[in-house]
C-alpha cells in the first residue's frame, strides 16, 4: 500500500510481484457493491472496535 500527499491509501504494484490484481479485483468489486446495495453491516466486538479505534496506519 502507498499513501499520496492527500493522504489517500492505494495499491502498489512495485513490491507485489504482479500479486495485486487480485487484490485490486476484490477492492472494485466491494466497491461496486457498496455503490449498488448501500453500507456493509459490520457487528464489531468491543475489543474489535478498540482495535479499529487504534490503528493508526498500515
Do not use: C, H, W
Not at 510481484?17 to 448501500?38: C, H, Q, R
Request: no cysteine; proline share 3%.
Amino acid at each position: 500500500m502507498e499513501t499520496d500527499a492527500n493522504a489517500n491509501i492505494k495499491p502498489n504494484k512495485k513490491k507485489a510481484a504482479n500479486k495485486i490484481d487480485p487484490a485490486v479485483a476484490f477492492l472494485m468489486s466491494f466497491g461496486t457493491y457498496l455503490l449498488e446495495y448501500g453500507e456493509v453491516d459490520i457487528n464489531l466486538s468491543n475489543e474489535q472496535k478498540q482495535a479499529l479505534d487504534e490503528f493508526k496506519r498500515i
